[in-house]
């Protein structure tokens, strides 16, 4: 099984953060798009893509997977929903990787019957999404999910922040994933480099 690039994963909602977040040192980005027509959809991930390149950033494409087959992205990220449509042959015989999100015991199930790169749960904290509330599951969750997913990587999303990074690497994450904690800062480049230091303290040898 594959492992994925980085301990932090950064959630973006536009191309330009691909270039803040890329040029202040985060190695893996997914694009996040949605309610925007086809032509615009696709336009931002390529653009995506070619900042990516620029910065040596590892790209994932949410939901849109014939787009990330077209324009070759290197990963794919899809929800319990899309896997009813997805063609997951044509995304592994273009050599994208792809992960999958689970909120339930259920979704995990069919997640890891399609044998993915890595499973994302959450949200571990209460957070929102597009102005949508949404209840946290607890890191007493996310530790059983870990023992659930044998060894197929686990990411944890939702309401994380750097205080709360050593709380789910400890619980059995190998990657937080980050969006409002990026996108929302006042500071984002300066929020980087508080993460990267906080990653590199908490994973150094002991």
């Given at each position: 099984?594959?492992?994925?690039?980085?301990?932090?994963?950064?959630v973006?909602?536009?191309?330009?953060?691909?270039?803040?977040?890329?040029g202040?040192?985060?190695?893996?980005?997914?694009?996040?798009?949605?309610?925007?027509?086809?032509?615009?959809?696709?336009?931002?991930?390529?653009?995506?893509?070619?900042?990516?390149?620029?910065?040596?950033?590892?790209?994932?494409?949410?939901?849109?997977?014939?787009?990330?087959?077209?324009?070759?992205?290197?990963?794919?990220?899809?929800?319990?929903?899309?896997?009813?449509?997805?063609?997951?042959?044509?995304?592994?015989?273009?050599?994208?990787?792809?992960?999958?999100?689970?909120?339930?015991?259920?979704?995990?199930?069919?997640?890891?019957?399609?044998?993915?790169?890595?499973?994302?749960?959450?949200?571990?904290?209460?957070?929102?999404?597009?102005?949508?509330?949404?209840?946290?599951?607890?890191?007493?969750?996310?530790?059983?999910?870990?023992?659930?997913?044998?060894n197929?990587?686990?990411?944890?999303?939702?309401?994380?922040?750097?205080?709360?990074?050593?709380?789910?690497?400890?619980?059995?994450?190998?990657?937080?994933?980050?969006?409002?904690?990026?996108?929302?800062?006042?500071?984002?480049?300066?929020?980087?480099r508080?993460?990267?230091?906080?990653?590199?303290?908490?994973?150094?040898?002991?």
């Amino acid at each position: 099984m594959s492992s994925l690039p980085s301990r932090i994963y950064a959630v973006v909602d536009h191309p330009r953060w691909v270039e803040r977040l890329g040029g202040a040192g985060l190695r893996f980005i997914e694009l996040y798009l949605r309610d925007l027509p086809e032509e615009e959809i696709r336009a931002q991930a390529l653009l995506a893509q070619e900042l990516a390149a620029r910065f040596n950033v590892s790209l994932a494409l949410n939901r849109y997977w014939q787009t990330a087959i077209e324009l070759g992205y290197e990963w794919l990220h899809l929800g319990p929903e899309d896997l009813e449509t997805a063609d997951l042959d044509a995304t592994r015989t273009a050599g994208i990787r792809f992960g999958v999100s689970t909120h339930t015991h259920e979704e995990l199930q069919t997640a890891l019957a399609c044998k993915p790169d890595y499973v994302s749960f959450g949200p571990v904290w209460s957070t929102q999404l597009r102005g949508v509330p949404l209840t946290g599951r607890g890191l007493k969750q996310l530790a059983e999910w870990r023992g659930l997913c044998g060894n197929v990587p686990l990411v944890a999303i939702g309401g994380i922040t750097v205080p709360r990074l050593a709380e789910c690497l400890e619980a059995g994450a190998d990657t937080v994933a980050v969006m409002s904690d990026f996108i929302g800062h006042q500071d984002p480049e300066e929020q980087v480099r508080r993460w990267l230091d906080a990653v590199s303290r908490e994973t150094a040898p002991t």
